[in-house]
T-cell receptor
Framework: AQSVTQPDIHITVSEGASLELRCNYSYGATPYLFWYVQSPGQGLQLLLKYFSGDTLVQGIKGFEAEFKRSQSSFNLRKPSVHWSDAAEYFC?????????????FGDGTTLTVKP | KAGVTQTPRYLIKTRGQQVTLSCSPI?????VSWYQQTPGQGLQFLFE???????NKGNFPGRFSGRQFSNSRSEMNVSTLELGDSALYLCASSLLYEQYFGPGTRLTVT
């Protein structure tokens, strides 16, 4: 069955430390891949997306993600975390040649930033 | 360009009542999706509308319904509210694949 897995429910990092959030998917063909961020009580904001081409994609707020076909992964990274990055992060996929209504979201990873 | 707007932002209703939530998508976006978000169940897809037609549907009871107007604005309705319907309801608009979310409507059922 098609699925998206974010193995880490909760991650705590110190401010200034690097961050990596994991996302794995299980689909027949590589889907379109997305990362979203949600601050408490707010909607989700698109951080970055991967459709094809360069496997390292840059997003907003200093985030980047790397697509690895062999591992069916799309991990989100940031070299130096700021206190304002504390939020919940969602990985999402859309099967190729479908539409946004076919989106599947992971369960989310909550990021806590220690001062 | 203005973002996705949702009204109202907060709502308190009593069990058995019905409620209508509204969503105005980004100009030019014809797809509107609705999600229910709760601490226990996470983000759950309700339905998606495209050009006034329901194109995709999640696994929710018939008490949850929606519609889309010719200007792409969308409404969702929940009838016979239950305590378990308390949640953040998110609307997202899309051109193709990525979604742009509104701030949500926080519904509390007492």
């Amino acid at each position: 069955a098609q699925s998206v897995t974010q193995p880490d429910i909760h991650i705590t990092v110190s401010e200034g430390a690097s961050l990596e959030l994991r996302c794995n998917y299980s689909y027949g063909a590589t889907p379109y891949l997305f990362w979203y961020v949600q601050s408490p009580g707010q909607g989700l904001q698109l951080l970055l997306k991967y459709f094809s081409g360069d496997t390292l994609v840059q997003g907003i707020k200093g985030f980047e993600a790397e697509f690895k076909r062999s591992q069916s992964s799309f991990n989100l990274r940031k070299p130096s975390v700021h206190w304002s990055d504390a939020a919940e992060y969602f990985c999402a996929v859309v099967p190729r040649n479908t539409n946004a209504g076919k989106s599947t979201f992971g369960d989310g990873t909550t990021l806590t930033v220690k001062p | 360009k203005a973002g996705v707007t949702q009204t109202p932002r907060y709502l308190i209703k009593t069990r058995g009542q019905q409620v209508t939530l509204s969503c105005s998508p980004i100009s030019g976006h014809r797809s509107v999706s609705w999600y229910q978000q709760t601490p226990g169940q996470g983000l759950q897809f309700l339905f998606e509308y495209f050009s006034e037609t329901q194109r995709n549907k999640g696994n929710f009871p018939g008490r949850f319904s929606g519609r889309q107007f010719s200007n792409s604005r969308s409404e969702m309705n929940v009838s016979t509210l239950e305590l378990g319907d308390s949640a953040l309801y998110l609307c997202a608009s899309s051109l193709l694949y990525e979604q742009y979310f509104g701030p949500g409507t926080r519904l509390t059922v007492t």
